[in-house]
Each structure stands twice: as structure tokens, then as C-alpha cells.
């Protein structure tokens, strides 16, 4: 799996977007960009994922770049509830069996203030 | 999304003993079952990969004779860590796909279950 580079922290101000940015250059074209966020002392939950277009679900936006080396989460309206890292996972969208790892990196550590 | 539970949410125990850790599908099977372990400040780390009815798979550098994961039925999975010590005090955390699943995004977290040895 492609390996994914992150800024180790980020601050945003409530109500503002928040936009993590995620940095993935030796993805390969069957691979997708996964984002996760684990909030405090909780197990993470999934946010959103894309293979090459701009994606958009009720939590995040995901922008994914043309040559796909990089892309980016944003959260519209951040929340104090957003406080949590987040992690950018590059991955194959079908799993063979035996093959089924989810890898984890260091993620960002966004912080909303009030 | 589906839901998957960890029992206990915490627990202390003293050093020497073993302490079992139950991971629950509650919603729905899982074939295959994760186990997370992350340390302070740090990302996770996968300790193993069980499916029902096998033998568990292990990480470089997992000891599975310290770390005996059990993954009996579709929908519940443990881990006991034999006679723990206060290095193993860490964050556990199980994940759950369910069965014909294909996709990295149906993997299921539980909450984790924080272990301290005394």
C-alpha cells in the first residue's frame, strides 16, 4: 500500500472548514484514499473515501487532486465535537482474502477552538 | 453503520495475571476480526488478523503465546494477555468486517478497552 504523509497537528477555529490536507505520491491507480478520525479514548469511525473524483457524504468533503499524489479532507463547519485525529489511509478498494490490513499512520491531530 | 462492542471498557489487574477482552459484532457476522493496540500519544497498531474458525494471524514482533486471540463464532472474538505486565498497560481495540464484505469501509471499530497493569 501506498504510504501516506500528514501534518502532525492542525488548529481551526469553530464553525470555520477545516482542510486536512494528505499527501500520497506513490499511490497506485487501483488504490483509495480512506480517511478516518479517532476522537479521544473512542475506536475510530470512517469518514469518507474516494478513488479519483471529489466525493461528498454527510460528514466531510473529500478533494482528491488530478494526478491523485495528494488530497484533502474538509470538514465544512467544524465543530468542537471535531477535535479528534485523523488519519489518511491509502488502501485497495477489494480485499483478497489474507490481504486485509488496515495500516494506520501517524494521522493529524486537529484541534477546534472555540 | 454496524456496531461492535468491547468488554470490558476497562480494566486493572495486577501483574502475573491474565485478562480477557471480549469483542462483539452486534449486528451483524464477522469473518474476519482485527486487534489494535495503541500507546499514548502514538497511532494503532495492528496486533493481528483472526477469522472464525482459524488460527489467528500475527504481526512482527506479536507474541501469540503472550496474546492469545480466540475467534470462536461470527460474532465474537477474544484476546487474553497472559500474565501481564505494566508495559502491556495500553488502549485495545477490536475491528470487525462483516462477512461479503469487500470494502475497507466495512470495517467496524469497537471503543476499546483500556488496560492497566499494576
Known amino acids: 500500500d501506498a504510504k501516506t504523509t500528514q501534518p502532525p497537528s492542525m488548529d481551526c477555529a469553530e464553525g470555520r472548514a477545516a482542510n486536512l490536507p494528505c499527501n500520497h505520491s506513490?499511490?497506485?491507480?487501483?488504490?483509495?484514499v480512506y480517511w478516518y478520525r479517532q476522537i479521544h479514548s473512542q475506536g475510530p469511525q470512517y469518514i469518507i473515501h474516494g478513488l479519483k473524483n471529489n466525493e461528498t457524504n454527510e460528514m466531510a468533503s473529500l478533494i482528491i487532486t488530478e494526478d491523485r499524489k495528494s488530497s484533502t479532507l474538509i470538514l465544512p463547519h467544524a465543530t468542537l465535537r471535531d477535535t479528534a485525529v485523523y488519519y489518511c489511509?491509502?488502501?485497495?478498494?477489494?480485499?483478497?482474502?489474507?490481504?486485509?490490513?488496515?495500516?494506520f499512520g501517524q494521522g493529524t491531530r486537529l484541534t477546534i477552538n472555540p | 453503520g454496524a456496531v461492535v462492542s468491547q468488554h470490558p471498557s476497562w480494566v486493572i489487574c495486577k501483574s502475573g495475571t491474565s485478562v480477557k477482552i471480549e469483542c462483539r459484532s452486534l449486528d451483524f457476522q464477522a469473518t474476519t476480526m482485527f486487534w489494535y493496540r495503541q500507546f499514548p500519544k502514538q497511532s494503532l497498531m495492528l496486533m493481528a488478523t483472526s477469522n472464525e474458525g482459524s488460527k489467528a494471524t500475527y504481526e512482527q514482533g506479536v507474541e501469540k503465546d503472550k496474546f492469545l486471540i480466540n475467534h470462536a463464532s461470527l460474532t465474537l472474538s477474544t484476546l487474553t494477555v497472559t500474565s501481564a505486565h505494566p508495559e502491556d498497560s495500553s488502549f485495545y481495540i477490536c475491528?470487525?468486517?462483516?462477512?461479503?464484505?469487500?470494502?475497507?469501509?466495512?470495517?467496524?471499530f469497537g471503543p476499546g478497552t483500556r488496560l492497566t497493569v499494576t
Open positions: 506513490t499511490i497506485s491507480g487501483n488504490e483509495y
Open positions: 475491528s470487525a468486517r462483516s462477512r461479503g464484505g469487500l470494502a475497507v469501509y466495512e470495517q467496524y
Open positions: 489511509i491509502v488502501r485497495v478498494a477489494i480485499l483478497r482474502e489474507g490481504a486485509q490490513k488496515l495500516v
